[in-house]
């Protein structure tokens, strides 16, 4: 009977308590959950008055320069020609053709929330995809 009390006790403690972890992994969740879903609403207002690509090379090269600052800062290996190729390649391809093609569709679809969905369920496009390439094979 002690020892359930004491399990009982435990437990309570742990449900009543959020760790530091679990605080800042709540914080992180909604920081990308705003942070994430505030940048179509943006790009919305932005596309009006904004060319589009323009909009997009000045965000990331924006991004790209705070992560180079940073991770100088942090005494980081700057990356060597074989990956900044890989990158560009690879960043193209992401960037222009998936980003640019979608903030192209900004200037014709009236909600940005449509859009974010779209993006969201890109994971759910690419197991279907992947799924047809496979002839029926199921995913796992």
Known sequence: METQNEFLKSIDRQTKLLTSKQITLILAF????????????????????????????ARFLIAGSIMLVWGKLSNQVLPDKTQIKNAAISGFILLVLGNGTMLFANNYISSSGVIAVVVAITPLWMVLLQWL?????QPT
């Open 133 to 137: 390439w496979n002839k029926g094979t």
């Open 30 to 57: 909604a920081g990308v959950y705003v942070l994430w879903g505030s940048t179509y609403f943006a790009i919305k207002i932005l596309v009006h008055s904004v060319p589009v690509f323009l909009m997009a090379a």
